[in-house]
Every structure is written in C-alpha cells, then in structure tokens.
C-alpha cells in the first residue's frame, strides 16, 4: 500500500489542533538548550500552530479527518517552553537514522494568537516568538519542534543527537495530571518543516512555522438523564449512566512522532505519514506504536522499560486480562463491587459532554482479542428494577440468570419455598455429620446459588467436634456472614436492606461460582471498546477499528441500553454508541447501544 509524508501545509490545516509556538532560542554551549553543532549564529522566528482535533468519527469514519474537527481546551493549548532541533535531509523527518542533529534550541516564551473562534484554517491557536539567536549557520534546515518536553535530560544528551533517535525517542509522560486538573500537555510536530536561515538578522529573523499536535488522545462521553431497558426480562426498568473510566490505557509510551505502515508489523513505516480510508471511510493503513507489531497474538510478551519478557499487562494501566471470566487481571481489588463505584468518577463537563480522561496512542493487530490489547471505557450506571418485590432504589440487589431478588433471601425462598424457612429446624434435628451429609445431599439444590450445600459437604467431610457452636455455625444465614460476608434485615415497610463485604469477605466472589451476580447499590457496568474507524462488520475486525490515535478526540454518545450490565466490568454489550473522534480539533462521536 502506498502512503505518503504529509505536506506540511496541508496537515496544518487538517490536524486537531494548530499552535504556533514560539521559540525562545538559547545561544551558547553553556546556555540550557543551547548547542554548538552548527557554524555561525541566526535569528530565528517560530511560529507554533496547533491544529485542531478530530473531534469524532460517525461509524466511526477512517482516516487522517475522521469526522471533523474540535478545538482543544484553553489548559490543553498552553505551551510553557519548546525544543527545536535542526537537521538536514533530503527525506525530511524519514531521512536515514543516523542523521547528524546540527542543532538544538530550548524556546521558553510565547505570544499567542487569538483563538479562531470558527476554526476555519484549521488552526486552534498559534504562538509566536521574540528574533531569537540560535546557534546555527545560515542554510536550509530541517526542523522538528516538540512543546513542552518535560525532562530535558534525553533531548540534551549527545547520544540522542541523531534523527532516529530524536524521532523514535518514546514519551511516557504526554501530558501531567493532578486531582483532577491536566497541564503541560506535550506537541509533536504534526508535518515535515524547514527553516532557510540565510542571512537571518536579527532585523530579518528566519521564519519557521511548524504545526503540532498533542502526544495524548481524549475521550469524552455524552448521556440521557435516564434509559429505558428493552429487555423484557426486565420490563419497566430504566438504567441511568452515572460515571466512566478508560480501561487498557497505553502508558508504556508513544513514539515522538507519529508514523503510519501498510501493516502492523512496521515494515516500511512512513512518519508523519497520513492515514488513509476508502471511499467509505474504512481505515487501510496503520498507525504504528512502538509495541504494535507485537501484538499479534494474546500470549505475546513485550520489552518495556529495556526489560524484555515483560506481559501485556506491563503496556497498560487498567488492563482487562484473558480470564474466562473476562475480568481485570489484578482480581484482589477490581474484582469487587466497591472499588469500581470509586473509579469510575461522573467525568469533567467540556461543551455538553463528560471527559472521561487522557490516553496514549494504542493500536494493534486485527486478530487479537478486545480485552486483551484495546482501549475501553467502562461505564458506571444506575439499575432501577421495576415492580421487585421487597426492594428499594438504590440498595444492593441480586440476579440469578435473568431473575432478580432484593435479597438472597428471597432468592432462596423463591427456589425452595416454604422449605427453605426449616433449614435452622433441619440442623438443629441433626444429631451426627452423617446427618448433616445427608440433609446437604437430598434437602439442598445441586446448584444451590448460594453455596450453602457446598459448605455442608466439606463441613461434614470435616468430621470435627458436634457440639451446639458447631451446629450453630451451620446454620444458613451463619454460613452467609462467616464465610459470605452477607447479612440483610428488613424495614418496617417490609424492604430489604443487604449489607455485604463484612469480616473482609467478597461477597461477590463467593458467590459468583454459584451463578449469582451482586449488584451492589443497585449498580451496574457497561463496557466500550473505543473505535477509531468501522466497517460495518461485526463479524470483521478492519485495520484500525478498534485503536487511539494521538491528536484525536473519541466522543461516545450513549444512545439506548438493552439490558441490564454486569455487577462488575466488562459486563455484555448490550448498549448503543454513537462514536465521534474528531481531530483536536476531535474525533466523531460514537453512538453506543448498550
């Protein structure tokens, strides 16, 4: 497949989010950032555009524009200082590796434009720099500009004055974030650039325009006040989405600047290439990280860090594991109820939408599982059953298949009727472990959903001392707090009121083997994995479909929900989302039907 180096020109006007920064230019050997690579001295005037993001992608739409653009935020705009580094090669910024960097300049104050409001140029705001004295001679130059560069340490070190190691130098930290609040967000150069500085006075500075764009993507969501489910099983239930969190995010890193290959595995990538779709919209090209070409199966390993043999989960954070039961690798803690409603905050308002947060480039191979290598948002939302008898909103309530109870309880009643009121008479009757063996073995379920059978058995296989403390502790709704961490007690209008997890028990766990899922506080998850371009083929996975592409913001607007989620993530795909990504500008948004 062909591909092609964006002109520059051109790219400014289609990327998310065009700054013009400026440079400050420090001159010297002894000077922070100055450099000594080149001959004589010019003056250099940089203008830093930030394009604007695509915003959203309908489908959502392939591509280099996905489905518009969006401009970014005030604290996602600012830039605080830049790096220049001047080189030249006939091929740009896919010129051979070992390119000799001329020059290196730390640029460190700014004027910015006025936004455009209508961002009709593509442009979202722009920075212009004071004449500055850079240390290099006159001639044509190319240049690759990166704001906000964080440590200085790689970019001044002498062994990274090569272009290859400037390009494929890989970015941990693209933007910094505390409670809540993001700055410093780090630009690339968006497009090959070059600077002519012959006879660059200070009267007559170069000037260098380069456009940018941001390392990180955005994803942003949008909902209803309140869903109806269509599921008849539960029939007049309503679902009210109440907070979101980004699972697989990429944290590992990104390459300094993008690049695009005909395949995953990298061979013959081009950077700062386009992305390129049909006619339709389907992506036909790849956008490369540094860990794309490994992901081709779900046992891969990855060197991360210059350790190699390291898993997949050391790419992520959040990470979604293979287990059968398809839940999160670190099961101590995110295997329970509790913690997910703590990470899963309601999101920031931006324009009518919630961000959910920030996230690094991720992309992957087509044949690789969803909960292994992509990027997800799993979303936290409210279930009010309707016509349940017993419960209140609100409060922690159970599914067995597709029934619900308000209490386990209740579930047990309904599965055993008016026998499951004589359990306690049934063990007090019991005058051995023989007893006991045969009450569990013809008075209990197989699969009695709450374990209690399965407690009898191994209690009897025991054979310990028979006494009235032993008895007692055989008794069901014992059994549910020791071993379950489950107790209930009814209010005077006749509702249940569960408490779970206590004696540091996971009552979710315990229970889950049973069938049974504990919806605690009436919540329940939805996951998305996030789409950077589709196909229409469910049964198809297209290059790209599932991928986070710098520069991009990823609008999912949640649009119906089918039934109930899961008690905790991934929960079944049972929503509708409409996906925008639009360039920063943003991603299209995306319709999600749950």
Not at 37 to 50: A, D, F, N, P
Not at 186 to 196: G, H, Q
Not at 426 to 433: E, G, L, Q, V
Not at 453 to 477: H, N
Request: aromatic share 10%; hydrophobic share 40%; proline share 5%.
């Amino acid at each position: 497949m062909q591909t092609t180096t964006k002109n520059k020109y051109l790219k400014c006007a289609m990327a998310s989010l065009a700054v013009a920064l400026a440079l400050v230019g420090c001159s010297g050997a002894d000077e922070p950032g100055g450099d000594v690579g080149g001959e004589g001295l010019s003056y250099v005037r940089l203008h830093l555009t930030m394009t604007a993001a695509p915003a959203t992608r309908a489908n959502p739409t392939g591509g280099e524009l996905g489905d518009g653009m969006e401009a970014g935020q005030d604290y996602e705009n600012a830039v605080g200082s830049a790096v220049a580094f001047f080189f030249t090669g006939s091929q740009g910024v896919n010129s051979p590796a070992a390119t000799p960097i001329q020059a290196v300049a730390l640029f460190s104050s700014f004027q910015p434009s006025a936004p455009d409001a209508t961002l009709a140029s593509g442009v979202d705001r722009s920075y212009t720099s004071a004449p500055m004295l850079v240390n290099v001679g006159g001639g044509d130059y190319n240049v690759i500009v990166v704001a906000n560069p964080g440590s200085v340490q790689w970019w001044q070190d002498a062994a990274n004055r090569t272009l290859g190691a400037v390009r494929d130098h890989i970015y941990k930290e693209a933007w910094k974030a505390s409670a809540g609040t993001y700055s410093d967000f780090v630009m690339t150069s968006a497009a090959d650039a070059s600077a002519n500085l012959a006879s660059a006075t200070e009267e007559n500075p170069a000037e260098v325009t380069v456009g940018l764009e941001r390392m990180a993507a955005r994803i942003d969501y949008r909902a209803k006040a309140t869903y109806d489910v269509s599921d008849p099983a539960y029939a007049g239930a309503t679902v009210e989405i109440e907070g979101a969190t980004i699972v697989n995010s990429l944290t590992a890193g990104s390459y300094l600047l993008k690049r695009v290959a005909a395949e995953p595995d990298a061979e013959g990538a081009v950077v700062l290439g386009d992305e390129t779709a049909t006619a339709t919209g389907v992506p036909t090209n790849y956008v490369i990280d540094p860990w794309t070409a490994g992901k081709s199966a779900d046992n891969a390993t990855f060197t991360v860090d210059g350790e190699g043999g390291k898993p997949a989960s050391a790419l992520y954070a959040m990470w979604f594991g293979q287990q059968d039961n398809h839940s999160l690798q670190d099961l101590t803690e995110l295997d329970k109820t509790s913690k997910w409603a703590s990470i899963t905050p309601p999101g920031t308002d931006i324009g009518g939408w919630k961000r959910v947060g920030y996230t690094l480039e991720n992309t992957a191979w087509t044949n690789v599982s969803a909960p292994y290598y992509h990027t997800g948002v799993v979303f936290r939302a409210l279930f009010k059953p309707k016509g349940l008898p017993n419960y209140a909103d609100g409060r922690t309530f159970f599914r067995l298949r597709s029934n619900l109870y308000a209490s386990m309880e209740d579930m047990m009643s309904a599965l055993y009727g008016a026998d499951f009121a004589r359990f306690d008479a049934r063990i007090d009757a019991c005058k051995s472990w023989d007893d006991v063996a045969d009450f569990a073995r013809q008075g209990l379920l197989d699969d009695d959903p709450s374990g209690y059978r399965a407690y009898l058995e191994a209690a009897a296989d025991k054979a310990g001392p028979f006494d009235d403390a032993a008895k007692a502790a055989l008794k069901w709704r014992a059994y549910m707090l020791a071993e379950c961490g489950y107790s209930a007690s009814t209010d005077a209008d006749g509702t249940w009121r569960v408490s779970i997890d206590n004696g540091g028990k996971s009552t979710r766990n315990v229970l889950k083997p049973y069938g049974v899922r504990t919806y605690q506080d009436s919540q329940c998850y939805y996951t998305w994995w996030v789409r950077h371009g589709n196909d229409s083929d469910d049964d198809n996975e297209a290059p790209m479909e599932h991928a986070i592409v710098r520069n991009n913001i990823y609008k999912l607007s949640v649009e119906s929900i089918t039934s109930i989620g899961g008690d905790i993530p991934p929960g079944d795909k049972t929503f509708n989302v409409s996906v925008y990504v639009n360039d920063w500008l943003v991603l299209p948004t995306e319709k999600i039907m749950m």
